[in-house]
């Protein structure tokens, strides 16, 4: 079955960077562009990236472009968010999911706390 | 950016009764070449996920009960829960695929009255 599994959450401070990992088995990921979304505490869903299937596009929010690099690795399954310059503000669960391009397989999300 | 609007914040429906959700764009997310709406609605309940219910506006995921139903095109758009259950207390949202950059409405609370 389709499984994408999030880890490299933690606690950080303002201004230091954090990798964020997701794990795909259960298709083929090489042929599907995948998605990281992220939820502030209490708040609602927040578009973050996008990455092409082969990795040859990649789009960001505003609210992350500059910061943010999305990225991923085909021979290993994994898709990668590197987050620089954080903030405050980026403190959220962050979710990857496989585009369809309907976002149809979400994983259970990694939490991202920024804070001095 | 498409802005992604819904209406209402929340709403509490009786066990049995009809709850309706509405989702509007900012834009057209109607495709003229395929007569087809980017629009999807997903359920998330407390700690989980969101889950995929519903996309190009009105097809049902596999396994989504029939209670859910998607409705609309162009800028306006409806999730309807014919006959809420206990299990569909959640926070529900739509979301627009027209674009790469992809957008949420704010999410709709639906309880039970």
């Known amino acids: 079955q389709v499984q994408v599994v999030e880890s490299g959450g933690g606690v950080v401070q303002p201004g230091r960077s954090l990798r964020l990992s997701c794990a795909a088995s259960g298709f083929t990921f090489s042929t599907h562009g995948m998605h990281w979304v992220r939820q502030a505490p209490g708040k609602g869903l927040e578009w973050v990236a996008v990455i092409s299937y082969d990795g040859g596009s990649k789009y960001y929010a505003d609210s992350v472009k500059g910061r943010f690099t999305i990225s991923r690795d085909n021979s290993k399954n994994t898709l990668y968010l590197q987050m620089n310059s954080l903030r405050a503000e980026d403190t959220a669960v962050y979710y990857c999911?496989?585009?369809?391009?309907?976002?149809?397989?979400w994983g259970q999300g990694t939490l991202v706390t920024v804070s001095s | 950016d498409i802005v992604m609007t819904q209406s209402p914040d929340s709403l509490a429906v009786s066990l049995g009764e009809r709850a309706t959700i509405n989702c509007k764009s900012s834009q057209s997310v109607l495709y003229g070449s395929n007569n087809k709406n980017y629009l999807a609605w997903y359920q998330q309940k407390p700690g989980q996920p969101p889950k995929l219910l519903i996309y190009?506006?009105?097809t049902r995921e596999s396994g989504v009960p029939d209670r859910f139903s998607g409705s609309g095109s162009g800028t306006d758009f409806t999730l309807t829960i014919s006959s809420l259950q206990a299990e569909d207390v959640a926070v529900y949202y739509c979301?627009?695929?027209?674009?790469?950059?992809?957008?949420f409405g704010q999410g709709t609370k639906v309880e039970i009255k």
């Open positions: 979301q627009q695929y027209y674009t790469t950059l992809r957008t």
């Open positions: 190009w506006a009105s």
């Open positions: 999911a496989k585009d369809l391009p309907w976002l149809d397989y």
